[in-house]
């Protein structure tokens, strides 16, 4: 089944305390990126990634890594937590040709205390 | 400044009406606009996407719009049934590189 898939669905953790979100998807999708959804802000890019070893800035960077060393997978890093980065988060691919469709995966529910 | 708006408020309808829902877009010359449905604590699933040069498209009971006169796509759902309610976003091509803008969404609740 194609599909994206992400870990862990829910995380609380506390300020400092360096995480990481896995996303990986089996469709040999090209473009990854990542999403925050806040209440009333809708979703926002954090960061995308083109292809493999090419990543950048979505419109909220701040505070978040990525790195991009194989097509499938797509980790978020918080190397440094803070309780303005609890959201719900959502990594997404799609094949990157003009038109296409991303595929979302279902959420990482992040609680930062 | 760029801005992708729907309706903050909560679309309620009767069942087997019609819901039509508006994205308006300021700022934007997306080459093509699409339609997610995302259902609470779940990510958004693609429905449908036009492109600058088609006026109309369906699938199935959904029909969307686009003028990139008025920079309006309207989404409409025909005879609405409960399992339609669900929280609805645009999502245009903001830059030309696959980097989707969403708007916020507009909820629709289809009333039995």
């Known amino acids: 089944e194609a599909q994206v898939t992400q870990n862990p669905r829910y995380l609380i953790t506390v300020t400092g305390k360096k995480l990481t979100v896995t996303c990986s998807q089996n469709?040999?999708?090209?473009?990854m990126s990542w999403y925050r959804q806040d209440p009333g802000l809708g979703l926002r890019q954090i960061y995308y990634?083109?292809?493999?070893?090419?990543?950048d800035k979505g419109d909220v960077p701040e505070g978040y890594k990525v790195s991009r060393k194989e097509k499938r997978n797509f980790p978020l890093i918080l190397e440094s937590p803070s309780p303005n980065q609890t959201s719900l988060y959502f990594c997404?691919?799609?094949?990157?040709?003009?038109?296409?469709?991303?595929?979302f995966g279902p959420g990482t529910r992040l609680t930062v205390l | 400044s760029q801005k992708i708006e729907q309706n903050s408020e909560a679309l309620n309808i009767q069942e087997g009406k019609t819901a039509t829902l508006t994205c308006n877009y300021t700022?934007?010359?997306?080459?093509?606009l699409q339609w997610y449905r995302q259902d609470p604590g779940r990510g958004p699933v693609f429905l449908l996407l036009?492109?600058?040069?088609?006026k109309e498209k369906r699938k199935e009971r959904l029909k969307v719009t686009f003028d990139t006169t008025l920079k309006q796509s309207l989404f409409h759902i025909t005879a609405s049934q409960p399992a339609d309610s669900a929280t609805y976003l645009c999502a245009l091509d903001g830059d030309g590189n696959n980097r989707l803008a969403f708007g916020k969404g507009n909820q629709v609740v289809v009333i039995p």
């Open positions: 997404a691919s799609s094949s990157g040709q003009t038109y296409n469709e991303q595929f």
């Open positions: 469709m040999n999708h090209e473009y």
């Open positions: 700022n934007y010359s997306p080459a093509y």
């Open positions: 036009i492109r600058e040069n088609e």
């Open positions: 990634s083109m292809n493999v070893e090419v990543t």
